[in-house]
């Protein structure tokens, strides 16, 4: 047990209320985006069968949960990081912050060529991209985590920044191609308003103007007759 000044306590008492409590959020974040991703993939199958994004969610989501209950795992067994299963599970554990981002996002990808624009489908690359944790889930790397509290902040910083980033640019995107979207409809309703109202000029004109003018004039009276 750390004591009062230990640099571990002095770490934590240095660090403001988000940072130090970065693995409750990130983790919380990672559970609450698990289940909107496996409600989406069920919704999206039923209701969307003829698309590949509701399939394409299951594999999705297994790696997605299989990564953010690591940590749950790695508390969960009891291994002394030799031999070859330990060595797995510490490159599994690896895959961590920068690493898992670069995976995420790349997986996310297909969810947003979709051509026919699932809303539920972009949600969830958003929140796969999202749910990239900040914070190593090594036990082991706690103390030096929090000893070189500058590095680390500066770094953990930077990559919140990233994700944030990210996740406001793909966002603003959405948002300009719904935009583009409505002016193009507009501009197509005024212009078949204006197509449909020039027809009906034409056809108005031609009804008044030419249709009259074809028609034969009445014919004369007959002469009257001269009487005897």
């Known amino acids: 047990m750390a004591s009062e000044n230990s640099p571990l306590q002095e770490g934590k008492k240095d660090q403001n209320f988000i940072l130090r409590n970065i693995k409750i959020f990130s983790r919380t974040i990672g559970l609450m985006a698990l289940a909107v991703l496996w409600i989406s993939c069920v919704f999206i199958i039923r209701d969307h069968s003829g698309s590949y994004v509701g399939f394409y969610l299951i594999p999705i989501s297994t790696i997605v949960t299989f990564f953010e209950i690591t940590w749950i795992l790695d508390k969960s067994v009891c291994c002394v990081r030799e031999g070859c299963c330990c060595q797995v599970w510490s490159a599994i ?47 082991h790397n706690d103390y030096h985590y929090l000893y070189q509290k ?24 959405i948002i300009i191609i719904i935009i583009i979207i409505i002016i193009i409809i507009i501009i197509i309703i005024i212009i078949i308003i204006i197509i449909i109202t020039v027809i009906v000029f034409i056809i108005r004109f ?12 009445p014919s004369p009276p007959p002469p009257l007759l001269p009487r005897a």
Request: charged share 5%; proline share 6%.
């Open 150 to 173: 500058t590095t680390t902040t500066n770094t953990t910083t930077i990559l919140i920044l990233i994700t944030t980033t990210t996740i406001i640019i793909i966002i603003i995107i």
């Open 93 to 139: 554990l690896y895959v961590d912050t920068w690493i898992k981002f670069l995976l995420y996002t790349a997986l996310s990808i297909p969810l947003f060529l979709a051509h026919d624009r699932i809303w539920l489908g972009i949600i969830s690359g958003i929140l796969t991209v999202s749910t990239c944790q900040t914070v190593s889930k090594n036990p």
């Open 206 to 217: 031609i009804t008044i103007s030419i249709i009259p003018s074809t028609t034969p004039p």
